[in-house]
């Protein structure tokens, strides 16, 4: 019995640093992310800021009735649906595709040297690559330049400007941002693949679409899965960073998304009880995603953190 105490005691001192190690990062969780849910009860008010929360009316479900009679919202949901679905698959289909191409080739140099030039983009921030951007698709940028030059185009193009184009332009600039970071964690996957299988494939004929196919494509399949059902929990964010520094009115029926809705409605229209309601319901959506996400991944792939 004194022994267990005695091991007991041991293990909390043997474990006190990491728990040390902790707890500024557990301060900061819980003033930042803990203390700010509080402001829900926002949603569920007509709120005044000059009243404060305890002074503002109670007006309970209202401003979620409000929020379904605005023709916005039908807008919001759709683009960010549409915009976050659009990243999700894109992306997942490029990680693969690049991690198999890089899987292929054979020169270890050249292999480190494209790996890196492909992440590289994903620590950098939208802010900078939004300006990039911009100036590259401005009615008088490169890419019109080249469009125009190759007979496709006869008038230039705002890309960003145009509710046509817009929602394509921010999928694709997402995908080629993170394609190259995304693809690491396929890249250890095919690392786990065993070579022998290859090389009997090789001796049995078999060319490197064969190969690619029927052992490549089933060594990672676990991988895709798991990464796919995870990614159910990103539905409905479909980019805050990216949508704010590329977007302008003109494009607000296609580019705005339930992020950017509540920035402007709560922030630049001062209507906050509205704001926080629409976000309270992507609260808890999200939450329900997450929960099924993590439900799915231990189905299919096994996958667990708890």
């Given at each position: 019995?004194?022994?267990?105490?005695?091991?007991?005691?041991?293990?909390?001192?043997?474990?006190?640093?990491?728990?040390?190690?902790?707890?500024?990062?557990?301060?900061?969780?819980?003033?930042?992310?803990?203390?700010?849910?509080?402001?829900?009860?926002?949603?569920?008010?007509?709120?005044?800021?000059?009243?404060?929360?305890?002074?503002?009316?109670?007006?309970?479900?209202?401003?979620?009735?409000?929020?379904?009679?605005?023709?916005?919202?039908?807008?919001?949901?759709r683009n960010t649906l549409v915009i976050a679905v659009g990243?999700?698959?894109?992306?997942?289909?490029?990680?693969?595709?690049?991690?198999?191409?890089?899987?292929?080739?054979?020169?270890?140099?050249?292999?480190?040297?494209?790996?890196?030039?492909?992440?590289?983009?994903?620590?950098?921030?939208?802010?900078?690559?939004?300006?990039?951007?911009?100036?590259?698709?401005?009615?008088n940028g490169i890419m019109n330049q080249v469009l125009q030059?190759?007979?496709?185009?006869?008038?230039?193009?705002?890309?960003?400007?145009?509710?046509?184009?817009?929602?394509?332009?921010?999928?694709?600039?997402?995908?080629?941002?993170?394609?190259?970071?995304?693809?690491?964690?396929?890249?250890?996957?095919?690392?786990?693949?065993?070579?022998?299988?290859?090389?009997?494939?090789?001796?049995?004929?078999?060319?490197?679409?064969?190969?690619?196919?029927?052992?490549?494509?089933?060594?990672?399949?676990?991988?895709?899965?798991?990464?796919?059902?995870?990614?159910?929990?990103?539905?409905?964010?479909?980019?805050?960073?990216?949508?704010?520094?590329l977007y302008s009115p003109i494009v607000y029926r296609t580019?705005?998304?339930?992020?950017?809705?509540?920035?402007?409605?709560?922030?630049?229209?001062?209507?906050?009880?509205?704001?926080?309601?629409?976000?309270?319901?992507?609260?808890?959506?999200?939450?329900?995603?997450?929960?099924?996400?993590?439900?799915?991944?231990?189905?299919?792939?096994?996958?667990?953190?708890?």
């Amino acid at each position: 019995m004194h022994k267990r105490i005695r091991n007991r005691e041991k293990k909390k001192i043997n474990t006190l640093p990491y728990h040390l190690m902790l707890f500024p990062g557990t301060v900061c969780l819980f003033i930042f992310s803990i203390i700010p849910m509080l402001g829900i009860v926002i949603a569920f008010q007509d709120f005044v800021p000059t009243m404060g929360i305890r002074g503002s009316e109670w007006v309970g479900l209202e401003n979620f009735k409000y929020m379904f009679q605005l023709p916005d919202t039908m807008y919001i949901f759709r683009n960010t649906l549409v915009i976050a679905v659009g990243k999700i698959v894109l992306t997942l289909v490029a990680s693969i595709f690049f991690a198999i191409l890089l899987n292929e080739l054979r020169v270890v140099k050249a292999k480190k040297i494209v790996q890196t030039v492909a992440y590289l983009p994903h620590f950098l921030s939208w802010v900078i690559l939004a300006t990039i951007f911009r100036d590259m698709l401005d009615s008088n940028g490169i890419m019109n330049q080249v469009l125009q030059g190759l007979g496709i185009l006869k008038e230039p193009i705002i890309f960003l400007g145009s509710n046509t184009t817009f929602q394509p332009v921010v999928i694709f600039s997402e995908v080629w941002k993170e394609f190259g970071y995304n693809a690491v964690i396929f890249i250890a996957a095919l690392a786990g693949i065993n070579t022998e299988l290859y090389e009997a494939a090789e001796m049995d004929g078999a060319g490197r679409l064969r190969k690619i196919w029927h052992i490549t494509l089933p060594g990672i399949r676990q991988t895709i899965v798991l990464v796919a059902t995870l990614n159910i929990a990103n539905i409905l964010n479909a980019g805050f960073d990216q949508i704010y520094n590329l977007y302008s009115p003109i494009v607000y029926r296609t580019g705005d998304i339930i992020d950017t809705y509540v920035y402007r409605m709560g922030f630049m229209n001062a209507q906050f009880s509205l704001a926080t309601a629409v976000g309270l319901l992507k609260s808890v959506v999200s939450f329900i995603l997450i929960f099924t996400s993590y439900k799915l991944a231990d189905k299919f792939a096994n996958y667990r953190i708890f």
